[in-house]
């Protein structure tokens, strides 16, 4: 079992930044790949970017050169920069993972909480 622990959002005016932080916690198991969702209101969940556990990134198109996905070293925490925000960035943001539980070498994928990310002047 694995918890993930989001924090960083908030409200930000348009061109500002902000940082999400995701901390996974759980015995037995192995991080694999993290990454971020994002739900705008009246919109459908999209991928915005994820880590492998080698550190290969990937983007949605409308991030690139404006997000950066990053992990710690333990593997266990990532991070989301965002810069130069735009009002359409507005939605809840979701901590993602893939974990493999080493007893059985199955995967499951977990999901936090959810924190608000708000962009308006």
């Known amino acids: 079992q694995v918890q993930l622990v989001e924090s960083g959002g908030g409200l930000v005016q348009p061109g500002g930044s902000l940082t999400l932080s995701c901390a996974a916690s759980?015995?037995?198991?192995?991080?694999?790949?993290m990454g971020w969702y994002r739900r705008a209101p009246g919109k459908q969940r999209e991928l915005v970017a994820q880590?492998?556990?080698?550190?290969?990134?990937t983007y949605t198109d409308s991030v690139k050169g404006r997000f950066t996905i990053s992990r710690a070293i333990n593997n266990d925490t990532a991070y989301l920069q965002m810069n130069n925000l735009k009002p359409e960035d507005t939605a809840v943001y979701y901590c993602?993972?893939?974990?493999?539980?080493?007893?059985?070498?199955?995967?499951?994928?977990?999901w936090g909480q959810g924190t608000q990310v708000t962009v308006s002047s």
């Open positions: 880590i492998s556990r080698l550190h290969k990134t």
């Open positions: 993602h993972c893939i974990a493999t539980a080493i007893a059985t070498i199955t995967l499951d994928d977990y």
């Open positions: 759980g015995s037995g198991v192995t991080i694999q790949t």
